[in-house]
C-alpha cells in the first residue's frame, strides 16, 4: 500500500512555463512533509518543511502548500537549472523515520 | 561543519566480495539514517541510530549487510557477499530532532558486477 504518492512521474516544461507536482498521502497523524530536490548522482538536498494543513513556504521560484490530504510544489517561471527530481517525504505519528515518493522528474526546456 | 560526508563516492566491486560505507553526519546530530536508493525510485529506508544506539532496522536488510555507529559519531555501513541486486545509491542522512528533515550525504554509488 502506498502511503506517498507523487505525480506526473514525469514533466517537461518550457522555460517559464507554470506548473505544479502533487504529493498525496494516506497515513494517519502527519507529523512533518518534507520536499527535497534532487540531481543526477547526487544526494536530496532540502528544500522545506511543512507542518500543518494551511501552511506555506517560498522559496525563489518554488512554492510548497499542504492540505490535509496532499501537497503541492508549485514553480512559477522556471529556468533550465531547475531540471532536478523532486521529493516528497512524509515523517507521521507512529514512525521513527522519514518515508519517500517515487518523485518527480522534471524537466526545462530553454 | 561541512555537512554529512559519505566515502567512498563511488565502488564497483566484484560478486561475492565484501564492501564497507562510511558516513560521517553532522556533528551535533544525534539521528542517523542509511537509505538505498535505486533508478527512478525514491530513497527506502534501511537503518536508524540514535547516539551508538541501532534502534530499527528494515525488513530490507539482510543477514547480509550491518551497520555500526561507534560511540555516537561516524557510522558503517557493510554489506557481506555482494550480489547484483546490491547495486544501489547508498545514502546517509542525519538530523537533530524527530521532525527536522533530514540532511543527506552526496551517497555511494555501488556497483556490483
Known amino acids: 500500500e502506498d502511503q506517498v504518492t507523487q505525480s506526473p512521474e514525469a514533466l517537461r516544461l518550457q522555460e517559464g512555463e507554470s506548473s505544479s507536482l502533487n504529493c498525496s498521502y494516506t497515513v494517519s497523524g502527519l507529523r512533518g512533509l518534507f520536499w527535497y530536490r534532487q540531481d543526477p548522482g547526487k544526494g536530496p538536498e532540502f528544500l522545506f518543511t511543512?507542518?500543518?494543513a494551511g501552511e506555506e513556504k517560498e522559496k525563489e521560484r518554488l512554492k510548497a502548500t499542504l492540505t490535509k490530504k496532499e501537497s503541492f510544489l508549485h514553480i512559477t517561471a522556471p529556468k533550465p537549472e531547475d531540471s532536478a527530481t523532486y521529493l516528497c517525504?512524509?515523517?507521521?505519528?507512529?514512525?521513527?523515520?522519514?518515508?519517500f515518493g517515487s518523485g518527480t522528474r522534471l524537466s526545462i526546456r530553454p | 561543519d561541512t555537512g554529512v560526508s559519505q566515502d567512498p563516492r563511488h565502488k564497483i566491486t566484484k560478486r561475492g566480495q565484501n564492501v564497507t560505507f562510511r558516513c560521517d553526519p553532522i556533528?551535533?546530530?544525534?539521528?542517523l539514517y542509511w537509505y538505498r536508493q535505486t533508478l527512478g525510485q525514491g530513497p527506502e529506508f534501511l537503518t536508524y541510530f540514535q547516539n551508538e544506539a541501532q534502534l530499527e532496522k528494515s525488513r530490507l536488510l539482510s543477514d547480509r549487510f550491518s551497520a555500526e555507529r561507534p560511540k555516537g559519531s561516524f557510522s558503517t555501513l557493510e554489506i557481506q557477499r555482494t550480489e547484483q541486486g546490491d547495486s544501489a545509491m547508498y545514502l546517509c542522512?542525519?538530523?537533530?530532532?524527530?521532525?527536522?528533515?533530514?540532511?543527506f550525504g552526496s551517497g555511494t554509488r555501488l556497483t556490483v558486477v
Open positions: 556533528s551535533e546530530h544525534n539521528r
Open positions: 542522512a542525519s538530523r537533530a530532532r524527530d521532525r527536522d528533515g533530514y540532511t
Open positions: 511543512l507542518y500543518s
Open positions: 517525504a512524509l515523517y507521521y505519528s507512529s514512525a521513527s523515520k522519514i518515508i
